[in-house]
């Protein structure tokens, strides 16, 4: 068989890319239906859920690469002609459907990957070159929109799956023509066919397809970051000598070998310091953090349930602490209650005074099963017992 197109035969290449990106998508599709489906209230559900979405992201990375090779050889190879081409507007449809099925099949998995990489996070993808992408910052809001994007794109997809499959089916059994057969093994006789010239109405139905999908998605908002689910705790204003002008609160967790840093969006801290002193205690500091404010990359939502922090229950955590200063630096240390555990922590920071302008940043580590966050997670290697925070800020005297 030969390997190129002719103007009425597909070639041994163009039989081979259609098939395997076939086989791809078949399995793809069953795959993440399958795997978005599985729990993940233990360590072992966990693990399955997770390599189940790695295998799904790992096949749509090599879907990504199989597609743009058939476009490539698809674009430097003769077209074989419709083997009708009387028939004007079943010509047409076949071509916007197969200009629909090679764009879908670029944008399905880029718009998955491009997710993947905004995001942190569960299910690594099992490439060699990582999983970041050039020029594809970690946001929130970019992963919230090609989540979105992913969305629409299959939908296209699988619209355009279901036509090609009708159209060829057709072919088979009610036109009992040769255009099914042109794609599987073996070159069956055919009638001389005229080339086809090139049109580009059916590239731009296409595109007004893909138009109106995405009108569809904007005005369902599946581009937009959705909550998890649960209202974050309102803070009351706090007195404080020290007013805080910015800062930021982070906890860093192990998931899966990788680490997942998120942080909470709303929090208050009470600081009483006195400046004068150089050893001792030299005040005091009374932090609330309202949990449901908490961003964690995919694992929002398991982070604030009922396993893990169960913000329902507990909606905020707190740390009473007194400020201390000895010949290494200093230190805050309280007591640190999360849920309905509370125990000592110290925070060693380091602290930049200026022209009443005080600027700390610190970090220390906490068990998690100590206060009882994912105590159904038991296997380190799923989910890290030791738990990252870190603590920046910018505070002012008041005085």
Do not use: C
């Not at 071509?95 to 990957?113: E, F, R």
């Not at 398991?302 to 329902?312: H, P, R, T």
């Not at 400020?323 to 000592?344: C, E, F, H, V, W």
């Not at 580590?365 to 910018?394: H, N, P, W």
């Amino acid at each position: 068989m030969p390997l190129t197109n002719s103007t009425q035969h597909y070639g041994a290449v163009a039989k081979s890319f259609h098939w395997a990106t076939a086989l791809l998508i078949v399995t793809l599709i069953p795959l993440g239906i399958y795997a978005n489906g599985l729990p993940y209230d233990t360590s072992e559900a966990l693990a399955q859920k997770a390599w189940f979405f790695s295998l799904h992201k790992t096949l749509g990375v090599a879907v990504f690469f199989v597609a743009l090779l058939r476009i490539l050889w698809a674009l430097l190879q003769p077209k074989p002609a419709s083997l009708h081409p009387d028939r004007k507007l079943e010509t047409f449809a076949a071509q916007m459907v197969h200009w629909l099925l090679y764009g879908s099949l670029l944008l399905v998995p880029l718009s998955g990957w491009i997710h993947h990489a905004a995001t942190s996070g569960f299910a690594p993808i099992w490439w060699p070159f990582g999983q970041d992408l050039p020029l594809v910052p970690k946001s929130e809001t970019l992963a919230a929109a090609t989540a979105g994007l992913h969305i629409v794109f299959e939908r296209v997809l699988a619209g355009s799956i279901l036509l090609h499959i009708a159209g060829a089916l057709k072919h088979h059994f009610i036109d009992r023509d040769a255009t099914l057969r042109r794609m599987l093994p073996g070159r069956p006789a055919l009638a001389d066919v005229t080339p086809e010239r090139k049109n580009a109405l059916p590239l731009l139905a296409a595109l007004a397809v893909w138009a109106g999908a995405l009108a569809t998605g904007a005005g369902l908002g599946v581009y937009q970051k959705h909550d998890a689910g649960v209202q974050a705790a309102a803070l009351e204003a706090v007195q404080s000598d020290w007013v805080v002008q910015d800062g930021s609160l982070e906890i860093t967790v192990t998931q899966l070998g990788a680490p997942v840093t998120g942080s909470f969006a709303d929090w208050t801290a009470a600081i009483r310091f006195d400046e004068t002193r150089d050893s001792g205690t030299v005040g005091s500091v009374d932090v609330v953090v309202a949990i449901g404010s908490l961003t964690l990359g995919s694992v929002t939502s398991q982070a604030l349930g009922a396993d893990f922090f169960n913000v329902a229950g507990f909606p905020t955590a707190t740390f009473n602490a007194e400020i201390l200063r000895d010949d290494t630096g200093y230190s805050a240390q309280g007591m640190l209650t999360i849920k309905d555990q509370s125990l000592p922590l110290t925070l060693p920071f380091t602290l930049d005074l200026s022209d009443g302008v005080a600027r700390m940043a610190g970090q220390t580590a906490v068990d998690r099963r100590d206060y009882a966050v994912g105590l159904s997670q038991k296997d380190e290697g799923s989910l890290g017992f030791s738990v990252d925070i870190s603590v920046a800020l910018t505070a002012s005297d008041t005085e």
